[in-house]
Protein backbone atom coordinates (compact mmCIF):
# COMPACT_ATOMS: atom_id res chain seq x y z
CA UNK A 1 0.00 0.00 0.00
CA UNK A 2 1.11 3.81 -0.80
CA UNK A 3 -1.04 4.86 2.16
CA UNK A 4 -1.64 8.32 1.67
CA UNK A 5 -0.25 10.41 -1.18
CA UNK A 6 -0.34 13.98 -1.80
CA UNK A 7 0.63 15.92 -5.00
CA UNK A 8 2.50 18.20 -5.31
CA UNK A 9 5.26 18.48 -3.05
CA UNK A 10 5.77 22.63 -3.02
CA UNK A 11 3.59 24.91 -4.95
CA UNK A 12 4.03 28.93 -5.52
CA UNK A 13 0.81 30.81 -6.42
CA UNK A 14 0.33 34.16 -7.04
CA UNK A 15 -2.40 36.04 -5.48
CA UNK A 16 -5.72 35.70 -7.42
CA UNK A 17 -4.69 31.98 -8.94
CA UNK A 18 -6.67 28.92 -8.30
CA UNK A 19 -4.99 25.32 -7.94
CA UNK A 20 -6.10 21.57 -6.28
CA UNK A 21 -4.12 20.12 -4.21
CA UNK A 22 -4.45 16.33 -4.70
CA UNK A 23 -4.81 13.58 -1.93
CA UNK A 24 -5.15 9.81 -2.97
CA UNK A 25 -5.83 6.64 -0.50
CA UNK A 26 -5.10 2.59 -1.13
CA UNK A 27 -6.55 1.84 2.00
CA UNK A 28 -10.11 1.72 1.32
CA UNK A 29 -10.62 4.65 4.61
CA UNK A 30 -14.02 6.23 4.76
CA UNK A 31 -13.03 9.30 6.56
CA UNK A 32 -10.74 11.84 4.79
CA UNK A 33 -9.90 15.29 6.46
CA UNK A 34 -7.80 18.18 4.92
CA UNK A 35 -5.58 20.54 7.67
CA UNK A 36 -3.22 23.21 7.46
CA UNK A 37 -0.14 23.74 9.64
CA UNK A 38 0.85 26.93 10.57
CA UNK A 39 3.77 28.08 13.00
CA UNK A 40 2.71 28.01 16.80
CA UNK A 41 -1.08 26.65 15.82
CA UNK A 42 -0.97 23.31 15.34
CA UNK A 43 -3.22 21.53 12.81
CA UNK A 44 -6.19 23.09 11.71
CA UNK A 45 -9.25 21.13 9.81
CA UNK A 46 -10.10 22.71 6.93
CA UNK A 47 -12.77 20.39 5.17
CA UNK A 48 -13.36 16.75 5.79
CA UNK A 49 -15.22 13.82 4.66
CA UNK A 50 -17.08 10.58 5.81
CA UNK A 51 -17.58 8.70 2.72
CA UNK A 52 -17.76 9.02 -1.00
CA UNK A 53 -20.32 12.09 -1.97
CA UNK A 54 -20.47 13.56 1.93
CA UNK A 55 -18.54 16.47 2.89
CA UNK A 56 -18.62 18.61 5.30
CA UNK A 57 -16.81 22.32 7.06
CA UNK A 58 -14.25 22.07 9.41
CA UNK A 59 -12.65 24.67 11.88
CA UNK A 60 -11.26 27.04 9.13
CA UNK A 61 -13.33 26.21 5.42
CA UNK A 62 -12.62 30.10 4.20
CA UNK A 63 -11.49 30.16 0.64
CA UNK A 64 -11.16 26.47 0.06
CA UNK A 65 -13.39 23.34 -1.90
CA UNK A 66 -13.67 19.93 -1.70
CA UNK A 67 -15.61 16.88 -3.17
CA UNK A 68 -14.93 13.38 -2.71
CA UNK A 69 -16.36 11.48 -6.04
CA UNK A 70 -14.56 8.38 -5.20
CA UNK A 71 -13.15 6.44 -1.57
CA UNK A 72 -9.96 6.94 -2.49
CA UNK A 73 -9.53 10.54 -3.55
CA UNK A 74 -10.42 13.92 -1.90
CA UNK A 75 -8.59 16.94 -3.75
CA UNK A 76 -8.73 20.50 -2.31
CA UNK A 77 -9.36 23.82 -4.40
CA UNK A 78 -8.26 27.70 -3.58
CA UNK A 79 -10.42 29.12 -6.00
CA UNK A 80 -8.60 32.39 -5.70
CA UNK A 81 -5.22 31.89 -3.38
CA UNK A 82 -4.51 34.73 -1.28
CA UNK A 83 -1.16 35.29 0.62
CA UNK A 84 -2.88 34.38 3.93
CA UNK A 85 -3.31 30.58 2.66
CA UNK A 86 0.35 30.28 2.37
CA UNK A 87 0.73 27.50 5.35
CA UNK A 88 1.65 23.49 5.13
CA UNK A 89 -1.55 21.09 3.80
CA UNK A 90 -1.76 17.74 4.87
CA UNK A 91 -4.55 15.05 4.18
CA UNK A 92 -5.48 12.31 6.59
CA UNK A 93 -7.53 9.07 6.66
CA UNK A 94 -9.11 6.88 8.67
CA UNK A 95 -11.73 3.91 9.07
CA UNK A 96 -14.24 3.12 11.45
CA UNK A 97 -12.72 -0.19 12.93
CA UNK A 98 -9.16 0.46 13.91
CA UNK A 99 -10.89 4.33 15.28
CA UNK A 100 -11.87 7.24 13.32
CA UNK A 101 -9.41 9.17 15.10
CA UNK A 102 -6.87 7.19 14.34
CA UNK A 103 -5.29 9.37 11.45
CA UNK A 104 -2.93 8.02 8.57
CA UNK A 105 -1.45 11.74 7.11
CA UNK A 106 0.16 11.82 3.98
CA UNK A 107 3.64 14.08 3.10
CA UNK A 108 1.95 16.97 2.77
CA UNK A 109 2.00 20.52 -0.13
CA UNK A 110 4.36 22.87 0.67
CA UNK A 111 2.36 25.98 -0.56
CA UNK A 112 3.77 29.61 -1.19
CA UNK A 113 1.31 32.23 -2.11
CA UNK A 114 2.84 35.92 -3.30
CA UNK B 1 -16.16 20.96 24.30
CA UNK B 2 -12.21 19.41 24.27
CA UNK B 3 -8.55 21.26 24.02
CA UNK B 4 -4.89 20.50 24.82
CA UNK B 5 -2.40 22.38 26.52
CA UNK B 6 1.48 21.08 25.38
CA UNK B 7 3.57 23.18 28.00
CA UNK B 8 6.74 23.50 26.55
CA UNK B 9 6.84 24.58 23.03
CA UNK B 10 11.23 23.74 22.89
CA UNK B 11 12.34 20.64 24.75
CA UNK B 12 16.31 20.23 24.86
CA UNK B 13 18.13 17.11 25.83
CA UNK B 14 21.62 15.42 25.56
CA UNK B 15 21.48 12.13 23.77
CA UNK B 16 21.07 9.38 26.01
CA UNK B 17 19.31 11.12 28.50
CA UNK B 18 15.25 11.26 29.32
CA UNK B 19 13.07 12.98 27.07
CA UNK B 20 9.81 14.20 28.89
CA UNK B 21 7.54 15.63 26.84
CA UNK B 22 4.35 17.39 28.99
CA UNK B 23 0.88 17.47 27.99
CA UNK B 24 -2.37 18.46 29.56
CA UNK B 25 -5.84 18.19 28.18
CA UNK B 26 -9.10 19.19 28.65
CA UNK B 27 -12.59 16.66 27.70
CA UNK B 28 -15.95 16.89 29.43
CA UNK B 29 -15.99 12.99 28.84
CA UNK B 30 -12.76 9.96 28.75
CA UNK B 31 -11.06 11.27 25.61
CA UNK B 32 -8.72 9.29 23.35
CA UNK B 33 -5.26 10.97 23.39
CA UNK B 34 -2.62 10.41 20.90
CA UNK B 35 1.12 11.09 20.15
CA UNK B 36 1.70 12.06 17.23
CA UNK B 37 5.74 12.86 15.80
CA UNK B 38 6.47 14.60 12.71
CA UNK B 39 10.43 15.07 11.36
CA UNK B 40 11.46 17.94 9.21
CA UNK B 41 9.78 18.51 6.33
CA UNK B 42 7.96 14.77 6.72
CA UNK B 43 4.30 14.03 7.65
CA UNK B 44 3.06 13.03 10.79
CA UNK B 45 3.15 9.33 11.95
CA UNK B 46 0.90 8.17 14.64
CA UNK B 47 3.67 7.04 17.88
CA UNK B 48 1.13 6.08 20.56
CA UNK B 49 -2.48 6.10 21.26
CA UNK B 50 -4.56 5.60 24.64
CA UNK B 51 -8.05 4.70 24.58
CA UNK B 52 -8.84 3.70 28.28
CA UNK B 53 -7.54 0.15 27.68
CA UNK B 54 -4.84 0.94 30.08
CA UNK B 55 -3.30 3.53 31.60
CA UNK B 56 0.68 3.47 30.31
CA UNK B 57 0.60 2.87 27.00
CA UNK B 58 3.95 1.68 24.75
CA UNK B 59 4.37 3.08 20.93
CA UNK B 60 7.00 3.38 18.44
CA UNK B 61 10.87 3.42 18.95
CA UNK B 62 10.58 3.33 22.93
CA UNK B 63 8.39 6.15 23.71
CA UNK B 64 5.44 5.70 26.28
CA UNK B 65 2.93 7.56 27.53
CA UNK B 66 1.02 7.80 31.01
CA UNK B 67 -2.68 9.07 31.16
CA UNK B 68 -3.40 10.48 34.56
CA UNK B 69 -6.82 11.47 34.98
CA UNK B 70 -6.53 13.10 38.36
CA UNK B 71 -3.63 15.77 36.64
CA UNK B 72 -5.38 15.94 32.85
CA UNK B 73 -2.41 14.42 32.22
CA UNK B 74 -0.31 12.52 29.05
CA UNK B 75 2.82 12.71 29.14
CA UNK B 76 5.12 11.18 26.85
CA UNK B 77 8.86 9.79 27.79
CA UNK B 78 11.40 7.77 26.54
CA UNK B 79 14.35 6.76 28.80
CA UNK B 80 17.02 7.55 26.64
CA UNK B 81 16.98 9.73 23.54
CA UNK B 82 18.50 9.28 20.03
CA UNK B 83 19.69 11.58 17.55
CA UNK B 84 16.71 10.58 15.14
CA UNK B 85 14.24 11.52 17.66
CA UNK B 86 15.06 14.71 17.04
CA UNK B 87 11.52 15.90 15.69
CA UNK B 88 8.12 18.00 16.31
CA UNK B 89 5.91 15.87 19.06
CA UNK B 90 1.90 16.77 18.44
CA UNK B 91 -0.24 15.74 21.23
CA UNK B 92 -3.98 15.02 20.36
CA UNK B 93 -7.32 14.77 22.11
CA UNK B 94 -10.42 13.42 20.77
CA UNK B 95 -14.11 13.00 22.33
CA UNK B 96 -15.22 9.15 20.64
CA UNK B 97 -18.51 9.91 21.84
CA UNK B 98 -19.71 11.43 18.90
CA UNK B 99 -20.84 9.51 16.48
CA UNK B 100 -19.95 9.76 12.58
CA UNK B 101 -17.01 12.08 11.62
CA UNK B 102 -14.43 12.13 14.70
CA UNK B 103 -12.98 15.67 14.82
CA UNK B 104 -9.89 15.97 16.41
CA UNK B 105 -7.74 18.79 18.37
CA UNK B 106 -4.09 18.97 18.09
CA UNK B 107 -1.81 20.67 20.92
CA UNK B 108 0.63 23.61 18.99
CA UNK B 109 3.74 21.08 19.17
CA UNK B 110 6.63 20.57 21.06
CA UNK B 111 10.37 20.73 19.39
CA UNK B 112 12.48 18.08 20.63
CA UNK B 113 16.05 19.24 20.08
CA UNK B 114 18.84 16.22 20.70
CA UNK B 115 22.27 17.36 21.80
CA UNK B 116 25.52 14.79 20.72
Known amino acids: NAGVTQTPKFQVLKTGQSMTLQCAQD?????MSWYRQDPGMGLRLIHY???????DQGEVPNGYNVSRSTTEDFPLRLLSAAPSQTSVYFC?????????????FGPGTRLTVL | AQSVTQLDSHVSVSEGTPVLLRCNYS??????LFWYVQHPNKGLQLLLK??????LVKGINGFEAEFKKSETSFHLTKPSAHMSDAAEYFC??????????????FGIGTKLQVIP
Open chain 1, 92 to 104: ASSYEREGRDTQY
Open chain 1, 27 to 31: MNHEY
Open chain 1, 49 to 55: SVGAGIT
Open chain 2, 27 to 32: SSYSPS
Open chain 2, 50 to 55: YTSAAT
Open chain 2, 92 to 105: VVSDPRTGGYQKVT
